[in-house]
């Protein structure tokens, strides 16, 4: 029986840390759990055993769990966690670029007071300054502020 309870506590342990690197890294709880449960383990062994055979437990557990974390690191497990392209954008990213105030252009939506306007040969989202504006009416662009432009 004694052995039974030592290789389970042992057991668990290391299911439980290789759990915790292979299958839910970084939330640590489980990898904690897995460390208190080995080491369970071994306490047990130096209750239960001669301070020898203990040792010997105490020995292959520290390796076998030396083991498991090396093997979570090295399997590329965390590559699927990882990030790997970052967000390029920003407050201004050069969308406004080339355009002035005073500029003309003709709406090919509505503004209400949001809309679409044709501005030399690009489309551009642009706002009304006075409300709704019909479809195919000349504006002009009378600001532009953080990618904001507003027409008139």
Do not use: C, H
């Not at 460390?35 to 047990?44: D, N, R, T």
């Not at 600001?143 to 008139?152: G, L, Q, R």
Request: glycine residues 12%.
């Amino acid at each position: 029986m004694t052995i039974l309870v030592l290789s389970s506590l042992l057991i668990i342990g290391l299911i439980l840390l290789l759990a915790e690197v292979i299958f839910v890294p970084g939330t640590t709880v489980v990898g904690i759990l897995g460390l208190i449960v080995s080491l369970a383990g071994v306490a047990y062994a130096f209750v239960s055993f001669e301070t020898e055979i203990a040792w010997w437990i105490t020995g292959v557990a520290a390796i076998l769990n030396l083991a498991a974390i090396i093997y979570g690191f090295s399997s590329g497990v965390w590559d699927r966690f990882s990030l790997k392209s970052a967000i390029e954008g920003g407050t201004f990213d050069g969308r406004t670029l080339g355009l002035q105030v005073g500029m003309p252009g003709r709406t090919v939506s509505d503004l209400k007071p949001v809309g679409k306007a044709e501005i030399g040969e690009n489309i551009y989202e642009v706002r009304s300054s006075g409300g709704f504006i019909p479809v195919e009416t000349e504006i002009t662009i009378i600001k532009i502020e953080n990618n904001t432009i507003t027409v008139n």
